[in-house]
């Protein structure tokens, strides 16, 4: 009997695997699905946000304290949706939404205007990506400030660990800054406005142009004058003519050569009668209008060609 039995089990076990893969034995499990090992103890409720979902699952039926755990409320949305709507998401309630918020768990920051992962409210430099610190109040980024910690020095030229504000020789050639000659032309930089331009040393009205350069050293509105009549481009209405600088009635023609410079629609007077050629209907000094000296003409040519064929 026993051997019988042990036999049925042997063909049982070797036929098995035929049976499974042909779909014989798709519903047959070997083992109680309590048992399996298929699924972690955290599958059901990883897998399912309702009881009824985890109850239809034959390998979640058999624990109903699994089911049970989970929550039945499934609407997590503002929205109708089932769905948890990501865009409704504020995790540090700061008002924007997560999706809108470059840092969704800091309630204190909500942009980062230059990407340096600092929110602009902490960043001293909200659009300066290198900088985001200003340790010492002086305007100078810690990272650009050789002395980030003191608001009296920023730069180190000559890295001496003394700040060029306190240095006295900044470039360590051995000169003191007073005395250094950058451009050679004899003025130290000190006294020299132009350190770097060995033909400018002064610049008298502080324009920016130096003074060997400056057409008027002394005045800061002008600088050049490019047709040499004495009147700064800046100021000369013709800085291209030097018969003309004014143009008071802004006609286009200079006030030397208008004949009416305070008139706009006039700048003529060919028979210099004092009325303009636009106005002036008699040219000339027979005193006749345009139409007379018109009409004469006429009247003239037909005498001739009367006389002509009387003959």
Known sequence: MRSNLLEIVIVILLISPFLISSGVLSSFEFADTKFSNAKDDDYCEDTYDDEDGCNAD??????????????????????????????DVDSDGDGVT?????????????TDSDGDGVGDNADE???????????????????????PNDSNESKDSDGDGIGDNADNDDDDDGIEDHQDDSDGDGVSDEQDDFPNDSNETTDSDEDGVGDNTDAFPNDPNESKDSDGDGVGDNTDAFPNDPNESQDSDDDGVGDNTDAFP?????????????IGDNADTVHGDSGNSDASDSSDSSDSSDSSDSSDSSD
């Not at 624990?63 to 499934?74: Q, Y």
């Not at 430099?125 to 002395?147: C, K, L, R, T």
């Open 98 to 110: 997560d999706e809108q918020d470059d840092f969704p768990y800091d309630s204190t920051e909500t």
């Open 58 to 87: 034959s390998q979640c039926e058999w624990d109903d304290d699994e089911c049970d755990e989970i929550d039945d409320d499934s609407d997590d949305s503002d929205d109708s949706d089932s769905d948890e709507d990501q865009s």
């Open 125 to 147: 430099f909200p659009y300066d990506p290198n900088e985001s610190n200003d340790s010492d109040g002086d305007g100078v980024g810690d990272n650009s400030d050789a002395f």
């Open 262 to 274: 305070n008139d706009p629609s006039e700048s003529q007077d060919s028979d210099g009668d004092g």
